[in-house]
């Protein structure tokens, strides 16, 4: 089969490898139809952040089940299911309380990454989630919003859900990337009256009101965080702020647009801590992390992709095949496509 690797920073290539089989308890091997590029790639496509020369990448994917293992029972070949980048094994502690990203019985990666034309998958029992019918009974709109609850949507829900964004709260998003945008949804849906999207891009900006934002603030620095304090009551601050790029100037700017008591949902990828003292001197939460993808994609976001309630599909502004693993990170890398999509 065909897989994607990481030759070198700015350097991806496609080799062929042996197709996964088989081998252990509780998996499932899947025929990939659609995968993409996530933000989160391009720190080690860029050279800043580690990974090693020669391995397999990516880690979002939807596909239908060729094959299973014996012990499984609650897929089967033939179904049409989201491969989540989280393993959670759907009964420790942190699964049970829904924290399936940080689940203490893990395991990772069974052969390695999701831009490939197969992928073995573990626990398939409590980690895949079944779409009803088949690909071929979905638009390519539907798909590719299919494909967002892999990782991206889960992701920008869970901003939400952990800056405890409540029905009427005026709400800050950091982050135009596909997180961002899709943490614009995930706060909508959590009944936000007032998403403040912080976006220096006006494609993405367009696409942030389409998803529900009802300002932008395209300035940046202290002058960024004055007007978003003047969107606020009492100019006092965001009810909840979402961070969803990672740096640390991005979650020090969150602690100076969040009110006294407010949350900050963090979901990007951190490379350098900020200084805590700020959030101590106005009561300021901080919390967030790997996404969940099963359960919420099962409770939440599939039921409302299904219904056409949300269409997050539509970060995906440039669509590639495997064999253009290379164009397909550069879009991204060159910030030509909001986040690219791979079509099998």
């Known amino acids: 089969m065909k897989v994607a690797i990481f030759a070198e920073p700015g350097k991806m290539i496609v080799k062929e490898v042996p197709k996964p089989v088989i081998d252990g308890e509780d998996q499932a091997i899947i025929r990939i139809v659609r995968a993409s590029v996530c933000g989160s790639d391009l720190w080690w496509y860029r050279g800043i952040g580690q990974r090693e020369h020669g391995s397999l990448t990516g880690h979002e994917a939807i596909g239908v089940v060729e094959e299973v293992s014996p012990d499984v029972n609650g897929i089967q070949a033939g179904d049409f299911v989201i491969v ?6 759907g009964h420790c502690v942190a699964c049970c309380n829904g924290f399936e990203g940080n689940c203490l019985n893990q395991k990772p990666g069974t052969n390695g990454g999701y831009q490939a034309e197969y992928l073995k998958y573990e626990p398939a029992n409590s980690g895949l989630v079944k779409i009803p019918g088949q690909p071929t009974d979905y ?14 949507m889960a992701t ?20 135009d990337g596909a997180v961002g945008l899709c943490g614009v949804i995930g706060a909508k849906l959590l009944g936000a009256e007032k998403i403040i999207l912080l976006s220096h891009h006006e494609d993405r900006a367009q696409l942030g009101r389409e998803f529900g934002a009802t300002d932008v603030v395209a300035s940046k620095g202290d002058q960024a965080v004055a007007d978003v304090l003047a969107l606020t009551p009492d100019q006092a601050g965001a009810d909840a702020v979402m ?13 100076k647009i969040a009110r006294p008591g407010a949350v900050i949902g963090r979901v990007g990828v ?10 101590f001197w106005k009561n300021i939460g ?5 996404a969940s993808v099963t359960k919420p994609d099962k409770e939440v976001l599939l039921p409302a992709v299904l219904e056409g309630k949300i269409n997050p599909g539509k970060v995906f502004t440039q669509a590639f095949t495997l064999d253009e693993i290379q164009a397909a990170y550069e879009a991204m890398d060159k910030r030509t496509a909001i986040k690219s999509l791979l079509v099998f």
């Open 243 to 255: 961070e969803c790029v990672g740096a640390s100037g991005a979650i020090e700017q969150a602690g």
């Open 84 to 89: 989540p980048f989280t393993h959670g094994c």
């Open 270 to 279: 951190p490379h350098a801590e900020p200084s805590s003292n700020q959030f």
């Open 156 to 175: 920008g829900y869970h901003a939400a859900v952990n800056a405890e964004v409540k029905p009427g709260s005026t709400v800050a998003v950091i982050g």
């Open 139 to 152: 638009t390519d709109e539907q798909l590719a919003s299919l494909q967002a609850l892999s990782d991206v």
């Open 286 to 290: 901080l919390r967030g992390g790997i």
